[in-house]
């Protein structure tokens, strides 16, 4: 800079167009060209600029302008939504090794490495479960929530007993366990129902009010052991009761020969082909623990028989000869597809409400509705639907406990319309054993209350039960403790579903 420096003789201004650096030299500030601290040679070189026709020389790129860099920070961030990624989608690690998944980093970010295989099964694998937990933990605290129960074997035949609550349309699970040596009886399956119910209030802080499980006979006795043992509420699963009530429709005469017509066009070559080349669907074959799958081998025999019978006529000598004669006698008896076409019929309902009860937001009342449509469509239908309304109220009686008779009434959208007098009054003896203290605001609810509570929710359209609840709670149109209580009932959860769901995705 032009002035007199401390001490000496004035610096030349020429400096203001150059910069001093190492070795007593000088670098033009417009071109960057190096010469010697003279001032004399600095203005020759200054003076060689033509400013009005020469544009200022280019600065020399730079490397980092050609490639791609990834920070600690980003490395470690990519790491982990590679390894959360394996977990949600169940990916085995050893694909970090793969080539085309390496293509694939590259391509998305030229500087980023994947990590080796040990990684994600490590540190990673910590990280993203210590933040789902901490997740699940804020969702859940203070919540209260029903707990799913069910058993089962693995891939590897190893007997599972796993536990999940739900709670606003997720699923979270709380453990399983091992159960290789111990004999599934009622009282150890309460012990380990005991512990699982420890474990979701200690890790989630989740209050568990209901359990629900299958209808076998030693999970029937652990409920009946657990509600002695802890102040929660037992069911069996309503979605397992109404597939019980679908092979309770179907004779096993018809099943059984559709299974053996469904078997010879899935397993043996030729048939499989000659069904194939009629642009026929892969015949499913039932089972009991796939719901549903009853009315779909029907649904397959009912859309392929035409088919069926021209295959069967086209190659009669292999139906003859090298077939079991009985599945072209099934094929030809249309007594047996006019069986299977009412069959169908029985079991469509049926459907339509086992698909509402695997729902994961389905809650009692509604699974209380889903029965109620069935045994409506059975009884419109008069006379011809009379053997299926028997079963299917056999079928309800035994499935539907109070507490879901509770939850209709108490719901603002069903309001207990549907239920008949000895329901409403199961429900009112329900209040009366386990909510004695809340009897005389229920008894009001029901007479007076009810009719503008169901008038408000009609008005509110778009608004989340629970929402309603807490705000016609805070207007004071309810009181405390049976708002409380509707909130309570929000959270049962009718079935296993989801829990089986999560589990058969784990494998």
């Not at 060689?48 to 020389?57: C, R």
């Not at 799913?148 to 609550?165: E, R």
């Not at 339509?352 to 937001?361: A, G, I, P, V």
């Not at 805070?474 to 959270?491: D, F, R």
Request: hydrophobic share 35%.
């Amino acid at each position: 800079m032009p002035g007199s420096s401390a001490g000496g003789r004035p610096v030349d201004p020429i400096w203001e167009h150059f910069g001093r650096i190492a070795n007593n030299k000088s670098k033009c500030k417009t071109c960057c060209h190096e010469a010697a601290a003279n001032p004399e040679r600095m203005k020759k070189h200054y003076a060689k600029h033509d400013f009005e026709s020469s544009a200022p020389l280019p600065k020399q790129p730079r490397i980092t302008n050609f490639t791609v860099s990834t920070s600690k920070d980003d490395k470690e961030k990519f790491d982990f939504l590679v390894g959360r990624f394996f977990f949600e989608n169940t990916i085995s690690f050893n694909i970090v090794k793969s080539s085309s998944f390496k293509e694939l980093c590259q391509a998305l970010h030229p500087g980023y490495k994947p990590p080796n295989r040990k990684v994600p099964g490590d540190e990673i694998l910590d990280t993203v479960h210590a933040q789902l937990e901490s997740k699940c933990s804020r969702k859940l605290n203070g919540k209260e929530v029903t707990l799913c129960i069910d058993g089962w074997s693995n891939t590897c035949n190893d007997p599972i007993v796993a536990a999940s609550i739900q709670h606003d349309g997720d699923v979270f699970i709380v453990g399983s366990l091992d159960t290789s040596g111990e004999p599934h009886r009622g009282e150890y399956l309460a012990e380990v129902t005991q512990e699982f119910i420890k474990k979701a209030e200690e890790k989630y802080g989740a209050i568990v009010v209901a359990v629900v499980t299958d209808n076998a006979e030693n999970m029937n006795l652990m409920r009946k052991t657990i509600e002695k043992k802890e102040p929660v509420i037992t069911y069996g699963c309503g979605a397992h009761q109404l597939n019980l009530l679908a092979e309770d429709l179907v004779p096993t005469s018809i099943l059984n020969k559709v299974t053996e017509v469904a078997k010879l066009f899935r397993h043996c070559h030729l048939p499989k082909a000659w069904l194939e080349s009629e642009g026929c669907l892969k015949p499913p074959m039932p089972s009991s623990v796939r719901w549903n799958s009853h009315l779909k081998v029907l649904l397959w025999y009912q859309s392929s028989w035409m088919k069926l019978k021209s295959i069967t006529l086209q190659h009669s000598d292999y139906f003859s000869s090298g077939a079991p004669k009985s599945v072209s006698q099934h094929i030809k008896n249309l007594a047996l597809f006019q069986q299977v076409e009412d069959s169908i019929k029985c079991l469509k309902p049926i459907k339509e409400s086992l698909n509402r009860m695997q729902s994961d937001k389905i809650c009692a009342a509604e699974a209380v509705e889903a029965w109620k449509d069935i045994l409506d469509e059975y009884r419109e239908n008069g006379s011809e639907y009379r053997n299926w309304l028997e079963s299917g109220e056999k079928r309800y009686n035994k499935s539907v406990p109070p507490i879901w008779f509770l939850a209709n009434i108490l719901h603002p959208q069903y309001a207990g319309k549907r239920l008949t007098p000895k329901e409403l009054k199961d429900a009112k003896k329900l209040v009366e054993e386990k909510y004695p203290s809340l009897l005389p605001e229920y008894i009001d609810f029901v007479a007076e209350g009810k009719t503008a509570f169901i008038e408000n929710w009609s008005r509110a359209s778009g608004c989340k039960v629970e929402n309603f609840i807490k705000m016609n709670r805070e207007e004071e149109e309810i009181s405390q403790g049976l708002a409380e209580l509707m909130l309570k009932t929000l959270t049962l959860i009718p079935s296993t579903a989801g829990l089986e769901r999560v589990f058969s995705t784990m494998g």
